[in-house]
């Protein structure tokens, strides 16, 4: 076989080597138009040609992408990107498959040492660390040690992986975010691999993996089960996707940040409507982006819904790489390698994109996002009266002004902690507004000598965290210096807000400690907790006992600031209700001011010992300012100290002992790491592809459902299912620990599937994790339920809306929706992810035809349903038919979509997952 039909191989030179490689400039001077095509189709381009192996990938799938069209196409693209990513909550559970998979090759008589990881596997352990301490010098130690205490079993796990897998490293607890990580190290923007160059490109699983979009590596969110089927080797098989156009004008306002622009970003582009779509960035505006302005941009391209938001490389790149530490060597290689591939960001005019959306940045102004979802964008100047709004949509209460009150440093003198005989309860005054739903709720605190008032809108958590911002300096810095002059004019933050600050990698607190900034923040309690996700993706860990305590027998509305990217219902913390995304200087300021119903731009944020007013203006730093200290403080040399011992970890990861088997030996004892039940005794061949016959709701849906509300992370209690199991298995409350963390045993997680405390099921009265067995009408666990119809051999059915699966990319959403034995999915549309997910777990994703939705069809979930059309003729995105039965004996008729988008998935579903598929693929050899 030809393997460069197209005779494209040629010999790179640059100043100390020579490298082979696949010349898209060749082709264009064969007279194909490369330069009319997007930057991120090109290098898809190149690795289909640097890939062709005439099976997996074809000449015509070199031939699709050479004749890339604006309108996108509805044929298959392979992808087989350079490396993966991951992170321990959907690591984890990669790892167990795999470490399943190799059982079940043993079991049937092969080398199980041949299923390795096929090209290299970073893992970054950020998702476990839990804010239980703050506030203090030994928060970052205490913080660490129950992190150990909690994880062990999976961290022993994971450093056996690293031992018996090749090709798989594991960067231990506490050194950074895997996406900062990716961004400021692993990234090398050209891979130089046996003597042949090519771009880096990478696949997360994580949906934020597309901040590395910024440094010029096409990198995108997928699956754990696709990641799986990518590290053993399998291509990963898309739709040839639209690009869009993102043209950025002007330049950022004084007083604005990368943050205030990804926000607008978030709210444009969700309008524009770019899910399953690139976007690629463009025009003159980009020009004065740094890197980490870009990735912040990248970062958030789940939150826009694009696949990726690729930012093409130039002088910028090689600027950033210079000064996080990447050797000549390699900034070299990647200049003369993009500039000798059409790869280097010029022409940008001869580009034909799908369409263009034009933002002029010059136009951003401060802007906040929330309370539920990262596009429901807030200017900051009508963040009080959207919150006045939203308290009268959302609960019924109207406003009321209140006085602002200067309160004592109470922190300083008691440590945040409660007296012994603290209470919480309102003076006789207070207790007619509690009973009146008409009016904002309040109580009053008191702390031993202390006492202040605690109401709707009051900040309970003030997290500095997530990769988003904590890889930008300018913020981080910025936000230093917010906290130093809020010191300066004598302002503490307020006695009933949780702060935290959880960088993503070292090289924060170096520059921020040699810019004297950390004293800053430690003033106002935003001490260091972790490096790691934390409140973003949940692990806010509990709000002080006599908060908690007044929020729930108050029911309090509070509020959450952060700087992530995700505020989904319950997702920060289950006691609160409103979460804003911003920038990390506005989430100082809201701590400082401790409530959302201010006016941050008008009204003062408090009163110095003088009484006399602080207004932010008078806080806020300037672009001067923030600048002359990154130029003072920020040098390669930082980089270069953090991550020369990235891989070594602290002494309790150095002293975990591992087994030295190249199988796992599974302990039946265990309740966090357990083989999975979809490869135990595989056929040689997969079942016939049948019909779905006489199935059963057991969920009706809205719209935006996410996979937070599938398979939520964070805490969960006693009375769950997941918790009833724990407890049955003798685990104490206290060593329940999270789902994330439990993500390595199915038992746990199908029992956290659609449990999620605000999800609303249209058959259950209750909200909550909670159906309706509808044979016999009771009410109860979603769990239990599915148990019953499996007794009697009932398939289910899941209907719901638009968005179907948006947000993080959740393996479990879609394992544990087959364990609870759903058979479909109807929706009016998909993230792309989840979808995908579904079909790599045999779940079949079924849409509505345009402008039907359940309730036009009078669909109720009451129904029995018939989905014919799957036996014969399988095709991609065929019509099949669906008969919903009503009780009365009536029947309601209609077509779908069956979204096997590709002959691939179809033969991803007929093998009941692309595990499946995977693993009777090798025991055919």
Known sequence: MDKDPYKVKKLLTTKSDTFTYYSLTELQNQGYNINKLPFSIRILLENVLRNYDDFAITKESIETLLHWTPVGSDKDIPFKPARVLMQDFTGVPAVVDIASLRAEAARQGKNAEEINPLIPVDLVIDHSVQVDYFGTKYALEKNMEEEYKRNQERYSFLKWAQKSFNNFSVVPPGMGICHQVNLEYLSKGVIERNGEVFPDTVVGTDSHTPMVNGIGVVAWGVGGIEAEAAILGQPLYFIMPEVIGLKLVGDLPLGCTATDLVLTIAEVLRKYGVVGKFVEVFGPGLDNLSVPDRATIGNMSPEFGSTITYFPIDHKTLEYMEQSNRSKKQISLVEDYCKANMLWRENEDLINYTDTVTLDISTIEPTVAGPKRPQDKILLKDFKNRFIELMDENYGRTYQEKS?????????????????????????????????????????????????????????????????????????????????????????????VKPSLAPGSKVVTDYLEKADLMDDFEALQFHLVGYGCTSCIGNSGPLPPYISKAVDDYDLVVASVLSGNRNFEARIHPQVKMNFLMSPMLVVAYALAGRIDIDLINEPINYDPNQQPVFLKDIWP?????????????????????????????????????????????????????????????????????????????????????????SPAGQFSEDSAAGQYLMSRGIDKKDFNSYGSRRGNDEVMVRGTFANVRIKNQIATKEGGFTTFLPT?????????????????????????????????????????????????????????????????????????????????????????????????????????VRAEREDGTQINFKAIARLDSAIEIEYYRNGGILQYVLREFLKK
């Open 777 to 881: 009408g009771e009410e109860m666990f979603v769990y239990d339920a599915a148990q019953r119809y499996k007794e009697t051999n009932t398939p289910l059915v899941i209907l719901t809306g638009k968005e179907y699966g948006s947000g993080s990319s959740r393996d479990w959403a879609a394992k544990g929706t087959i364990l609870l034995g759903v058979k479909a999915v109807i929706a009016e549309s998909y993230e792309r992810i989840h979808r995908s997910n579904l079909v790599g777990m045999g779940v079949l994703p079924m849409q509505y035809l345009p402008g039907q939705t359940a309730a036009s069809l009078g669909l109720t979930g009451k129904e029995v349903f018939s989905i014919t059309g799957l036996e014969a003729n399988l095709k991609p995105l065929k019509e099949v038919d």
């Open 404 to 496: 602002v009150k200067q309160l004592s440093n109470w922190f300083a003198e008691g440590g945040g902690q409660p007296v012994e005989k603290h209470e919480t309860q309102r003076p006789e005054s207070k207790i007619e507004e509690e009973t009146d739903a008409d009016y904002l709720k309040k109580v009053w605190i008191t702390l031993g000598q202390e006492k202040f008032e605690l109401s709707d809108g009051a900040v309970a958590i003030a997290a500095i965290t997530s990769c988003t911002n904590t890889s930008n300096p300018y913020v981080m810095i910025g936000a230093g210096l917010v906290a130093r002059k809020a010191r300066e004019h004598g302002l503490d933050i307020r006695p009933w």
């Open 622 to 710: 300037t672009n001067q300012e923030i600048n002359d200290i990154m130029r003072e403080v920020l040098t390669p040399a930082d980089f270069e100290s953090s991550y020369s011992e990235i891989f070594e970890g602290n002494e309790i990861w150095q002293n975990l002992e591992v087994p030295e088997d190249k199988l796992y030996q599974w302990d039946d004892e265990s309740t966090y790491v357990k083989e999975v039940p979809f490869f135990k005794d595989i056929s040689a061949m997969p079942e016939a592809i049948n019909n779905i016959t006489n199935a059963r709701a057991l969920m009706v849906l809205g719209d935006s459902i996410t996979t937070d509300h599938i």
